[in-house]
């Protein structure tokens, strides 16, 4: 597990600035950033999942608003960590597809699972 229980809290996540849709993941680092600190320290599947963040809050924001506003954001989000947790657990660098495009259609589908596991 990446992120402990006890310390899961989306907000300690995301920080907002003075819009809801401006949301931006702390610390912020480039997508592109080829200089991270923490490189040599974290494995793969760990990096991934911290620089892709920014994708579970652009993908659970765009399914809440085609839920037609049902459900909180929050647990949007939260399925959408599990979600982005499998996909870089799973990703293989060696297929040449690109990560984002690997993890989206998993985001999603913890999302869906979330949400019909609600109602």
Partial sequence: ???PDDVWDPA???MTDSHLSDW???PRMS???????????????????LDNIRLVYHVARRM???EGGHGSLSDFLRAGMVGLQ???????SAAN???????????????????TMVN
């Fill in 1 to 3: 597990m990446l992120i």
């Fill in 12 to 14: 300690t996540l995301f």
């Fill in 24 to 26: 931006t993941v702390a």
């Fill in 31 to 49: 997508a592109r950033s080829t200089h991270r600190p923490y490189a040599a320290d974290i494995p793969l599947h760990e990096r991934l999942f």
């Fill in 64 to 66: 809440m608003h085609a």
């Fill in 86 to 92: 499998h996909a870089a657990e799973t990703y293989d």
């Fill in 97 to 115: 597809v690109p990560f984002v495009r690997h993890a989206t259609p998993h985001i999603r589908r913890a999302i869906l699972y979330e949400v």
